[in-house]
């Protein structure tokens, strides 16, 4: 078994409104010392399900089923009080929103003392130093001096690096960082990406990426997770997604993307239409009302949920077009368009 | 695309300063410069992009043009009119020519209000008369941005974040302006809907000869739309160039790291690419570093850099830089590749460059 399993876990959360399906059959398993990225646009699932990976809808109204299996234990049937145990320990998480995430009447140091004692019997004077260490390790510097600054003293990048020193204080083994660049600015992003590149192959931790910014997966995942409606609709390594890419969804972002790397397309190619509600999730195929291709599949992708079936060395896809057929397309008619100069 | 050469808009050593104060009595014990001196011209049925990182005076700058708020120095010139110290009530009819779009497409609309009577509103505010009533005219713009005319009674809580932005677009759109500054228009938005904002922006574009002054800093999308492009460091303009030119071959090293910071999905590259890292974050507005407000991050600051200031000078026939010491140019003593070699696209975006030590 893998380090950290998912099989078929579902978040749904009932409201006034309705069931929303937030996470709806995902399964996905990831090693120790690998990348996982996981895209999707907003309102897909992606933050529930981290959230769910860490126990943090435990005892709330969310209705969870499935399994998550960590370093071989189950966490959907373990109670909130031992699952909030390996929290931190086992592990941790790195918001998009540093401030949020910290107390604001804390020094930065004293809140990472806090975490590291919670699971480390030592003085305070050792956790103070472990601080101090962490902090400089992260890239802040004059961390003997910046241990004592409140959040709101850092800038963005500063915070992000804090609060990422924060979830590594007792060495994680599985740490998911949640939009971890989104908010900050382009040379602090390349700053703080290349840092938990060189932090996961020092800790040798599992990471789960989580972003709607393809250019970032493609800078860190090993294996890249698409999700659509609160299901997997495309599953790979990194150069299957980017380099032979078999679902429509798929293709849409790529075709939405003005890329720097590559001359200048006349025209973007959106998906047409909004994203689906996670409440009245269209039947089918949850992408069919949006996708160009939904013709050419006899109306199956209006009744029938296609199913997630791998299509060759371990990359999966949820389509009912047959697998050349969605080659052909991939090579002839969206390839081709990407590439346009 | 520009065919003409005429200016719309020419601003010069434009600048805002926000007083700090301090105390009971607001004593000013400062400023933010966050714009400090800018000169440049929008040529008619040109997108200017301005991009920089957060805390440039982007949005300010936006703001200034448009009059929102009153430049602390320097002139904006529009249509040939200096409209830098007019009256609110002077600037009401060019209100018509020069519209904003805003970045939040959930706050920029009132709630309370539908959306034919957000986007019939400027007619109303300038006492516009239309040929078959004001209604008849709004569900044209709205066919026109790609709503349901029949959405007229609708409020903008009934829409997604890309159908608001195209409420906020039609709004601009409805007194037939001739130049729109778009604020972050799609920054906001999911990939999938940002494509179709930029093809709707591109296509009225050309429909309505529109001039666009567009604020991002998603390097990426401004590449895509514009003509030209402005970069901004702490409420300077470092280098502004035409599009293609910029981004085939920077020549201020703040361009050059910016662009070799964006992040491309290429799995391939990952590995090869050579990569400028900048050091630390964008230092205040407040106290700005002399001289060369870049030298504090950037890795070929001399001497002088630190004592005079770089002039923007046109180095290259429609290409201005601030810089001593410029990148991809013969004098460059850095690794830096020809300017025109042939080949890959992608790489001539990037030049190499000198990587930073990363502590
Ligand atoms: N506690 C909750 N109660 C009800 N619905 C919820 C709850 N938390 C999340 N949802 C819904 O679940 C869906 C998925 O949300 P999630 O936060 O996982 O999206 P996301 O993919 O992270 O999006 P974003 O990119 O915007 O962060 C959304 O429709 C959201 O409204
Ligand atoms: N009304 C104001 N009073 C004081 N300072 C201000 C005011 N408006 C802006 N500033 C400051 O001026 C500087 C430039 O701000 P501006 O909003 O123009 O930046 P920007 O380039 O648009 O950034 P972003 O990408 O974050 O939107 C910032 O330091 C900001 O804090
Ligand atoms: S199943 Fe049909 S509708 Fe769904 S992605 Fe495939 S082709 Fe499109
Ligand atoms: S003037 Fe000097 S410090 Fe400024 S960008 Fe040029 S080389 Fe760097
Ligand atoms: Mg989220
Ligand atoms: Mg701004």
């Given at each position: 078994m893998s380090f950290l399993e998912l099989k078929d876990l579902r978040i749904h959360f009932p409201t006034d409104d309705g069931l929303v399906k937030s996470v709806d059959g995902l399964s996905f398993a990831l090693e120790r010392g690998k990348t996982l990225g996981i895209v999707g646009e907003s309102g897909s699932g992606k933050s529930v399900t981290s959230l769910g990976i860490l126990g943090l809808h435990k005892g709330g109204r969310a209705k969870i089923s499935g399994e998550i299996w960590l370093d071989g234990e189950e966490l959907v049937s373990a109670t909130p009080e031992h699952v909030?145990?390996?929290?931190?320990?086992?592990?941790?998480?790195?918001?998009?929103?540093?401030?949020?995430?910290?107390?604001?009447?804390?020094t930065v140091g004293q809140q990472i003392v806090e975490a590291y004692r919670i699971h480390h019997p030592v003085g305070k004077a050792v956790a103070r130093k472990h601080a101090i260490d962490l902090l400089g390790r992260v890239g802040i510097p004059q961390p003997d001096r910046r241990v004592d600054s409140y959040p709101h003293e850092f800038s963005g990048g500063m915070r992000q690096r804090a609060m990422i020193a924060m979830a590594l204080s007792c060495d994680p083994e599985l740490l998911i960082a949640d939009e971890p660049t989104t908010a900050l600015?382009?040379?602090v992003q390349a700053q703080i990406l290349d840092l938990m590149r060189d932090l996961q192959q020092e800790f040798d931790s599992a990471l789960i990426i989580i972003t709607h910014d393809l250019g970032v997966v493609a800078e860190l995942a090993d294996d890249i997770l698409v999700m659509y409606g609160g299901r997997c609709i495309e599953y790979g390594s990194a150069s299957d997604i980017f380099e032979r890419p078999e679902h429509p969804y798929t293709w849409g972002l790529l075709g939405s993307m003005p890329r720097l790397d590559r001359e200048?397309?006349?025209?973007?190619m959106p998906i047409k239409g909004t994203p689906p509600s996670l409440i009245n999730v269209p039947s089918?195929?949850?992408?069919?009302?949006?996708?160009?291709?939904?013709?050419?599949?006899?109306?199956?992708?209006?009744?029938?949920?296609?199913?997630?079936?791998?299509?060759?060395?371990?990359?999966?896809?949820r389509c009912h077009l047959s697998k050349d057929e969605r080659r052909g397309i991939w090579e002839n008619e969206i390839k081709p368009t990407l590439e346009s100069a | 695309m520009s065919q003409s050469t005429e200016s719309l808009l020419s601003v010069q050593g434009l600048e805002k300063h926000f007083p700090i104060t301090k105390g009971l009595f607001q004593r000013q014990v400062g400023a933010v410069k966050a714009v400090d001196g800018l000169t440049f011209d929008v040529v008619k049925g040109e997108t200017l992009g301005l991009v920089g990182?957060?805390?440039?005076?982007?949005?300010?700058?936006?703001?200034?043009?448009?009059?929102l708020i009153e430049p602390t120095a320097g002139k904006i010139v529009f249509e040939g009119k200096d409209i830098s110290h007019m009256s609110q009530g002077d600037l009401r009819p060019l209100r018509r020519d020069m519209q904003m779009i805003f970045q939040d497409p959930y706050s920029s609309l009132n709630p309370r209000h539908t959306v034919g009577a957000i986007v019939g509103a400027p007619f109303r505010i300038q006492g516009v008369k239309t040929e078959q009533g004001t209604k008849k005219a709004v569900q044209e713009i709205l066919e026109l941005v790609g709503l349901n005319p029949e959405h007229y009674n609708r409020y903008p809580h009934e829409f997604s974040g890309g159908q608001r932005q195209r409420i906020g677009i039609a709004r601009t759109l409805a007194l037939k302006p001739k130049l729109i500054i778009a604020d972050e228009p799609v920054s906001a938005l999911d990939v999938s809907i940002q494509a179709q904002v930029v093809n709707l922006l591109e296509d009225l574009q050309n429909e309505l000869d529109l001039t666009y002054v567009v604020i991002a800093h998603d390097l990426s999308v401004v590449r895509h739309i514009s003509d030209r492009v402005a970069v901004m460091y702490l409420g300077?303009?470092?280098?502004?160039?035409?599009?293609?030119?910029?981004?085939?071959?920077?020549?201020?090293?703040?361009?050059?790291?910016l662009l070799s910071a964006v992040p491309v999905p290429d799995v391939k590259r990952r590995t090869q690419r050579d990569r400028i890292r900048l050091q630390?974050?964008?230092?205040?507005?407040?106290?700005?570093?002399?001289?060369?407000?870049?030298?504090?991050?950037?890795?070929?600051a001399q001497e002088v850099c630190r004592t005079v200031e770089p002039p923007l000078a046109e180095l290259l026939p429609g290409h201005q830089v601030a810089c001593h010491f410029p990148e991809n140019t013969p004098q460059d003593a850095g690794?830096?590749?020809?300017?025109?070699?042939?080949?890959?696209?992608?790489?001539?975006?990037?030049?190499?460059?000198?990587?930073?030590?990363?502590?």
């Open positions: 909030r145990t390996l929290r931190g320990k086992k592990m941790a998480m790195i918001f998009q929103d540093p401030l949020s995430a910290m107390h604001p009447y804390y600015d382009v040379t200048r397309t006349d025209r973007l089918g195929c949850a992408f069919h009302p949006r996708c160009a291709y939904e013709p050419r599949t006899d109306g199956k992708a209006t009744t029938k949920v296609p199913d997630l079936l791998e299509t060759e060395g371990g990359h999966l896809v | 990182e957060s805390g440039c005076g982007k949005t300010t700058t936006g703001r200034l043009i448009t009059r300077k303009i470092v280098e502004i160039a035409d599009s293609a030119m910029l981004y085939k071959a920077p020549l201020h090293p703040y361009t050059n790291a630390g974050d964008v230092p205040s507005p407040i106290n700005p570093p002399p001289a060369c407000r870049f030298h504090t991050r950037c890795w070929k690794p830096a590749e020809p300017v025109a070699a042939a080949g890959d696209a992608g790489d001539q975006g990037i030049a190499p460059g000198v990587i930073n030590p990363v502590s």
